[in-house]
């Protein structure tokens, strides 16, 4: 016992006097600068106790990581997939990737602040926050962003549906939803945007989701002074709940958001309700297809489109396959599932001659046409983005379930 006091005055004499070189190195910055009180310098000295209270350290802009050590690359482990024509999904994770856990988690403020490195003493509003992003870097962001620059397709349509919108200023330029965000200036693409553009957006905050391949261009936009929330895309539904919440909690709106999941986690409780009850033999067997520019794909348990399907109370034929990966005709004749659903982007198509023609490449597949969907007519085409991770996740789950067990869609 008097070991453990005594190494924890030790501790408690190490944070202090760390605090106070902090608070002293302020104090003479504020003084050459003729500013005291300086907001920055305040950040930067509550990061130091941040630092200290974690055992770590400061990098040369002040900056620490989840463990108080300043982060050297920002990377993730997940990597890009894209298809034969270079089209990559909105997540860019890697076939076999899991998502990440505890991403985004709010760090816990020094003793006897508010929660933000630029409050004043006497209580006065907190301005910003310190949080812990997917790739578990510690990023102190505004508690209001009012210009946000998203190089994601998710938390660009997140933010619109949080009613967010009007704090957005810049996009990826892949972007195709929401239709009203297509005005917006495209910064290049997400995983080589352009960062001279970027600064003259004047951002208080840019978003980047998906794999490695996707953020490699995020530690030199920190290193010109842009402050960037980096996350892994999800892999499951439950995961994309928690993205949405987590996007509209980095806007501003945590209410708007959690609203969002609610209306979508009530339709799916109504479907689950449903096909819970089901034995095995009434859960029809389902392959997804997608038609790349040479290749065909499909997706198994472990991602969003398998999830899909397990919620839709069908059994996916592929499932030993991880995240998205491609696939011969042979192996869809082997499996001769019960169902067939196509997964198709738009081009310059309407969504109408978009499902049409896929329903009609799936059926004149010639290896296909003694296969039970195509001969009993269970061939459906989707929408792929309505498997994005995004509020259009409800949607998804509607034409899985009408797809999968017309017999129920109508009740």
Same mark, same amino acid.
């Given at each position: 016992?008097?070991w453990?006091?005594?190494?924890g005055?030790r501790?408690?004499?190490?944070?202090?006097?760390?605090?106070?070189t902090?608070?002293?190195?302020?104090?003479?910055l504020?003084?050459?600068?003729?500013?005291?009180?300086d907001?920055a310098?305040?950040? @930067?000295a509550?990061?130091? /106790?941040?630092?200290?209270?974690?055992?770590g350290?400061l990098d040369?802009?002040g900056?620490?990581?989840?463990?108080?050590?300043a982060?050297?690359?920002?990377?993730?482990?997940?990597?890009?997939n894209?298809?034969a024509?270079?089209?990559?999904?909105a997540?860019?994770?890697?076939s076999?990737s899991?998502q990440?856990?505890g991403?985004?988690?709010?760090?816990?403020?020094?003793?006897g602040?508010?929660?933000?490195?630029?409050?004043?003493?006497g209580?006065a509003?907190?301005t910003?926050?310190v949080?812990?992003?997917?790739?578990g870097r /510690?990023v102190?962001?505004p508690?209001?962003?009012?210009? =946000?620059?998203?190089m994601?397709?998710a938390?660009?349509?997140?933010?619109?549906?949080?009613?967010l919108?009007d704090k957005v200023v810049?996009?990826a330029?892949?972007l195709?939803?929401p #239709?009203?965000a297509?005005?917006?200036?495209?910064l290049?693409?997400?995983?080589?945007?352009?960062?001279?553009?970027?600064?003259?957006l004047? #951002?208080?905050?840019?978003?980047?989701?998906?794999?490695?391949?996707?953020?490699?261009?995020? #530690?030199?936009?920190?290193? @010109?002074?842009?402050t960037?929330?980096?996350?892994?895309? #999800?892999l499951t539904?439950?995961?994309?709940f928690?993205?949405?919440?987590?996007?509209?909690? =980095?806007?501003?709106?945590?209410?708007?958001? *959690?609203?969002?999941?609610?209306?979508?986690? &009530?339709d799916?409780?109504?479907?689950?309700?449903?096909?819970?009850?089901?034995?095995?033999d009434?859960?029809? &067997?389902?392959?997804?297809?997608?038609?790349?520019?040479s290749?065909?794909y &499909?997706w198994?348990d472990e991602?969003?489109?398998?999830d899909?399907? *397990?919620?839709?109370?069908g *059994?996916?034929?592929?499932p030993?396959? &991880?995240?998205m990966?491609?696939m011969?005709?042979?192996?869809?004749?082997?499996q001769n599932?019960?169902?067939?659903?196509?997964l198709?982007?738009l081009?310059?198509?309407?969504?109408?001659q978009?499902e049409?023609?896929?329903?009609?490449?799936i059926?004149?597949?010639?290896?296909w046409?003694?296969?039970?969907?195509?001969?009993n007519?269970?061939?459906?085409?989707?929408?792929w983005?309505?498997?994005?991770?995004?509020?259009r996740?409800k949607?998804?789950?509607?034409?899985?379930? *009408?797809?999968?067990?017309p017999?129920?869609a109508?009740?």
């Amino acid at each position: 016992m008097l070991w453990s006091m005594l190494t924890g005055r030790r501790k408690s004499v190490a944070l202090w006097l760390a605090a106070g070189t902090a608070v002293l190195a302020v104090g003479i910055l504020a003084y050459s600068n003729g500013a005291k009180g300086d907001s920055a310098s305040e950040a @930067i000295a509550q990061r130091v /106790v941040f630092a200290a209270k974690n055992g770590g350290s400061l990098d040369a802009s002040g900056n620490a990581d989840a463990s108080g050590s300043a982060d050297a690359s920002g990377n993730a482990d997940a990597s890009g997939n894209a298809d034969a024509s270079g089209n990559a999904d909105a997540s860019g994770s890697g076939s076999g990737s899991k998502q990440g856990a505890g991403s985004w988690n709010n760090v816990a403020a020094p003793a006897g602040s508010s929660g933000s490195s630029s409050g004043k003493s006497g209580g006065a509003a907190s301005t910003t926050r310190v949080i812990t992003d997917g790739s578990g870097r /510690v990023v102190e962001i505004p508690v209001k962003p009012q210009r =946000m620059i998203c190089m994601d397709t998710a938390s660009t349509e997140i933010l619109f549906a949080c009613g967010l919108g009007d704090k957005v200023v810049g996009r990826a330029d892949n972007l195709s939803y929401p #239709p009203e965000a297509l005005s917006l200036p495209g910064l290049g693409s997400m995983g080589t945007p352009s960062l001279e553009k970027m600064v003259a957006l004047k #951002p208080d905050l840019v978003a980047i989701s998906g794999g490695a391949i996707f953020r490699r261009w995020v #530690p030199e936009a920190e290193r @010109i002074g842009l402050t960037v929330l980096s996350y892994d895309y #999800p892999l499951t539904i439950e995961g994309i709940f928690d993205m949405i919440e987590r996007v509209g909690d =980095m806007g501003g709106a945590p209410d708007r958001a *959690r609203a969002i999941v609610a209306s979508i986690r &009530t339709d799916m409780d109504k479907i689950t309700s449903v096909t819970k009850r089901l034995s095995v033999d009434k859960k029809p &067997t389902v392959g997804i297809v997608y038609f790349g520019a040479s290749k065909m794909y &499909t997706w198994g348990d472990e991602s969003r489109e398998g999830d899909l399907l *397990r919620v839709a109370g069908g *059994r996916n034929v592929f499932p030993g396959s &991880t995240a998205m990966g491609a696939m011969s005709p042979e192996s869809m004749v082997a499996q001769n599932p019960d169902i067939i659903i196509g997964l198709f982007t738009l081009g310059t198509r309407t969504e109408s001659q978009a499902e049409a023609e896929t329903v009609q490449q799936i059926k004149n597949q010639s290896s296909w046409q003694t296969l039970k969907a195509v001969t009993n007519d269970r061939v459906y085409a989707i929408h792929w983005q309505q498997c994005w991770a995004g509020p259009r996740i409800k949607l998804g789950l509607q034409s899985f379930f *009408r797809a999968i067990h017309p017999e129920f869609a109508g009740s």
